[in-house]
């Protein structure tokens, strides 16, 4: 999040985008400021914020109609995955359970996130309202949040299952599993409202140019014209602790999962073992990959704003996506449980047709 998303490109990385704006709309909300006052101190706030997007590309709309399509597949598939979780009585797992709140929040980010980038910019609705902007900013990030640690809490889950088999069941209850969750998501909604809301603390005196897809925390806080030292620390904070922290954590539990497994005499034993834990690796790697990859890329080295945009939407974007056809496509319990719903659909279709066909004149 620091550099390319959370905490913004570094010197030299911003690119002069005004020009390309209406100078009449311009002016017109550099002008609209409004005042806040806040324990004795006094913070200018723009009426709105103008989101850039992609600057000099041709035809970039076919980018956003292929985005309309990515969203209709997501929800589709993690409907779908949330459908099967919740209808299938064998699935109320706390394994499950883990699945059906990354599902949650895969739908809910892609929500979020992909309709108001159609309205932005396939409609050209480029201007949003500054607290509009926050709130899209807090979502988006929000779900992410959950989204890096849900994948810790699978990890946990896979690491009791094959370091601690004969514990499992007294381990990962159903209550414990509601208790980590539920502590994620009141730990980290508190973090990210800490953070979005010290950009209140934060006069926009020059332009008012986003330079994203979306309302971006970086990009954001870096047009300020106070000091901005505690925003770029608290995004710091959150590198560390949502986009560091997790896979450090997840790559211990899967090195002692290793050793685990290596104590098994029987291969065979130990390729069933490990194949519990492939979705889960891929999950893993689909989505810390790209974020992580993309942040350093933007500490350590320049990178034109296009590219960073486009490395950043993918990050939010293929996570949501490929993670319920992964879980529908590697698991056996919910491709069984998909047949099993689908069973009494495909029956009374045999059924009417015999029907049809008996009643028919000869």
Known sequence: MVGGAFAAAGPGQLTIIESTMHTSQYQKVLEEHKTVTMSNATFVHPAKFYISGFSDIPHVKYFYVCLCFVYIITVLGNGLLLSVIYLV?????????????????????????????????????RYIVYEACLSYMFF?????????WALVIMAYDRFIAICFPLMYHSIVTKPAIVGMLAFTWVLLLSLLAFIVGLIGRLSFCGSVVIQSFFCDHGPTYRLACNDNSLNYAMAFVVLIVIFCFPPVLIALTYICISIALSRISSEKERIKAFKTCTSHLILVSVFFIPLLGTNIAVM??????????????????????????????????????????CKPIRMRNITLSKKATSVSPH
């Open 140 to 148: 988006v990030w929000f779900f992410v949040f959950v989204q890096s």
């Open 300 to 341: 350590t080295s320049y990178i034109h704003p296009n590219t960073r945009i486009i490395n950043s939407a993918l990050t939010h974007i293929i996570p949501p996506l490929l993670n319920p056809i992964i879980y529908s496509l590697k698991t056996k319990e919910v491709l069984s449980s998909i047949r099993r719903l």
């Open 89 to 125: 009585k064998t699935l109320h797992t706390p394994k499950y359970m883990i699945v059906f709140n990354l599902a949650l929040t895969d739908l809910c980010e892609s929500t979020a996130l992909i309709p108001k980038i159609l309205d932005i910019f396939l409609f050209d609705n």
